[in-house]
């Protein structure tokens, strides 16, 4: 694929609506698969952005019946460093917000480990690829977007055809996480994320920003040549892929 200059497809809609949209397709696609006896591949993040869309997965549940058994997820990214019960680790972010509440079998949950062996990440990475490609490759990737135009933590400067793979945390990255760690001192330099190849193998890709702090990136992103210096670029001329924002992050 080469890189695009396309537009990237705008949805203007509340959090709540984006929230309900997005639990509308992934349901879909949850039952479409079911119903041909396939799983359902979902590639998820963490931060604020998403928390809405799992609220609404886990009410369709309760009031719809929405049946997870044949879902498979992949996060996006990990700080290295972090055991799976440290406050901040994504695995238990993912466990609390979203997967103890859904009753999701962890043996269908895929996260990249923050406390593999320093010797043990390269394998650990490929592995994480196979595993991906294994499931038949992602149905359904939700991003958010980092103030500095990361996507999962593929920050500036990441390639287009980059994998999954160990990356040094941006200044960016790194103070916006400094009020949850309490301290800059405590978060991670280092993490493994899901490289932009990779999330651009998804079939289909959305991405949720909301509110005056995603302003400026989502105008980087919206029009700035594509290229590795705002990673979130990359995803114009994906074939399926839709933002859903709200008139503050898009300037409106
Ligand atoms: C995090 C994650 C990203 C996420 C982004 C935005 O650090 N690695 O996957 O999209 O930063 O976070 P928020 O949704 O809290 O703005």
């Given at each position: 694929m080469t890189t695009s200059t396309a537009p990237l497809p705008i949805q203007a809609c509340s959090p709540a609506?984006?929230?309900?949209?997005?639990?509308?397709?992934?349901?879909?696609?949850?039952r479409e698969r079911r119903a041909a006896g396939r799983m359902a591949v979902l590639c998820l993040p963490t931060g604020r952005t998403p928390l809405g869309v799992y609220d609404e997965l886990v009410r369709m549940q309760r009031d719809e019946g929405l049946d997870f058994a044949n879902v498979t997820t992949f996060?996006?990214?990990?700080?290295?460093?972090?055991?799976?019960?440290?406050?901040?680790?994504?695995?238990?972010?993912?466990?609390?917000?979203?997967?103890?509440?859904?009753?999701?079998?962890?043996?269908?949950?895929?996260i990249p480990s923050g406390d593999v062996a320093p010797a043990q990440i390269a394998a650990h990475c490929a592995e994480y690829e196979r595993e991906i490609a294994d499931a038949g490759g992602l149905d359904y990737a939700l991003l958010g977007i980092g103030r500095n135009g990361h996507i999962g933590f593929n920050e500036p400067g990441s390639a287009r055809d980059s994998?999954?793979?160990?990356?040094?945390?941006?200044?960016?990255?790194?103070?916006?996480?400094?009020?949850?760690?309490?301290?800059?001192?405590?978060?991670?330099?280092?993490?493994?994320?899901?490289?932009?190849?990779?999330?651009?193998?998804?079939?289909?890709?959305?991405?949720?920003?909301f509110g005056a702090d995603k302003r400026e990136i989502l105008r980087r992103t919206l029009e700035d040549a594509p290229?590795?210096?705002?990673?979130?670029?990359?995803?114009?001329?994906?074939?399926?892929?839709?933002?859903?924002?709200?008139?503050?992050a898009l300037g409106r």
């Open positions: 609506e984006a929230a309900r949209e997005v639990a509308r397709e992934i349901a879909a696609l949850i996060n996006l990214d990990e700080f290295l460093g972090l055991p799976p019960e440290h406050p901040q680790s994504f695995r238990r972010y993912m466990r609390e917000r979203f997967f103890s509440r859904i009753g999701l079998e962890p043996a269908h949950t895929w994998r999954t793979r160990e990356v040094r945390l941006h200044d960016v990255t790194r103070a916006d996480a400094a009020r949850a760690f309490g301290g800059l001192e405590f978060v991670p330099e280092r993490a493994i994320t899901m490289g932009v190849a990779t999330i651009l193998g998804a079939r289909r890709v959305r991405v949720l920003a290229g590795p210096q705002v990673p979130a670029t990359f995803l114009r001329g994906h074939s399926d892929v839709r933002l859903l924002a709200d008139g503050v």
